[in-house]
């Protein structure tokens, strides 16, 4: 595979595999998080029906970020991993009392019923902020000796994370009520719309104290968005300006889409603002893959190991992708009480 960028590509696909796991699986979690304002069992059943069919599929591409990060970028995962332990682990049990939740839920009697109600909740709530945690620590920056993680256990837990993760669990519940919005009718489809409107107004308000603290963390991000050294620079806010109008957009079209009473735009408009915090990101600290002391060229494996595991995605990723699209539109239309997945 000689002239291609190795790590430049292994970089632009585990990018990918993350941005399509915080798309697809975030709208599920945000599913969860929502279950304790349900009116009825009935509709919390409706609800987990509606995410049934691609919940697992969707943390499929956790698997592929991280074991990608691992294989292709060793030392940038030797560094992160330690520096994150504790939110890692709590993601994941996390997660696994959610999955364990979602199968036995729906075979529970009364009181059973009841406790994998709350177990499905706890957990998916709980993942969310994990996972904000996760965030908010990496945006942070990672302290190093060499190559090597040099921190303490709790330095990803800051008055800036838990913000990261207040924004993230918001985030997270305007994906699962814009999903509903799209994949629901009747009683809970207006709900659903109601408690839209009511996340749009939470991320809006901390995605703007998430952006201006943002500015606060490391001065290498201030710079890239024109503040430093206590001055203002216009000529390097342009050429990101169109990040934050993309999701003011976003913002917008969920308003929008709301009060028109539509039932699919006001999904596309919370992808828009995750695609738009994404992107802030990403313009914030690459080419690092550690921030702010470790490049993704610095921490790539060897061409070989690379070009060897290229050509396995070249054949699994086609089959993610298109399993993905079929189950999405095998399963696609409104869900009913009387159409149950199990």
């Known amino acids: 595979m000689n002239g291609l960028d190795l790590p430049l590509i292994w970089a632009g696909i585990i990018a990918t595999a993350v941005l399509l796991y915080v798309l697809l699986d975030g709208f599920d979690l945000g599913v969860g998080i929502l279950f304790p ?38 030392l940038a995962y030797s560094a992160i991993l330690p520096a994150l332990y504790l939110p890692v682990i709590l993601m994941l049990l996390a997660l696994i009392l959610r999955g364990v939740a979602f199968e036995f839920r729906i075979r529970g009697r009364r009181r059973g019923k009841a406790l994998w109600t709350a177990a499905f909740a706890g957990g998916s709530l709980t993942a969310a902020i994990a996972q904000g945690f996760i965030l908010g620590g990496f945006i942070q920056g990672v302290t190093l000796k060499g190559s090597q993680f040099a921190g303490g256990p709790f330095d990803w837990l800051t008055p800036y994370t838990v913000l990261v993760a207040a924004g993230l669990v918001a985030g997270y519940a305007l994906l699962g009520a814009t999903w509903l919005v799209w994949r629901t009718e009747t009683e809970l489809h207006g709900d659903a719309r109601r408690w839209a409107g009511i996340a749009a107004v939470a991320v809006a308000g901390l995605l703007a104290a998430v952006s201006f603290a943002t500015l606060f963390v490391h001065p290498r991000i201030a710079g890239r968005w024109g503040f430093a050294n206590g001055a203002f620079d216009l000529a390097a806010l342009l050429p990101h300006l169109p990040i934050p109008l993309l999701g003011l957009a976003g913002l917008a079209v969920v308003a929008v889409g709301l009060r028109r009473k539509s039932h699919g735009w006001p999904h596309v408009g919370a992808t ?59 399963f696609r239309g409104k869900v009913t009480p009387d159409a149950g997945y199990h």
Request: aromatic share 16%; charged share 10%.
């Open 37 to 74: 304002f349900a009116r009825t069992p009935r509709d919390r059943d409706v609800m987990m029906d509606s995410i049934a069919p691609v919940w697992d599929g969707n943390e499929t591409w956790l698997v592929l970020g991280g074991g990608g990060l691992f294989a292709a970028f060793p």
């Open 272 to 330: 828009l603002v995750f695609l738009s915090g994404y992107a802030g990101l990403a313009a914030g600290f690459f080419p690092h893959i550690v921030p702010y002391d470790m490049t993704f060229r610095q921490a790539a494996n060897q061409d070989n190991a690379l070009a060897l595991m290229l050509g396995g995605v070249a054949i699994l990723l086609p089959v993610i992708m298109g399993y993905t699209i079929w189950v999405y539109w095998l």
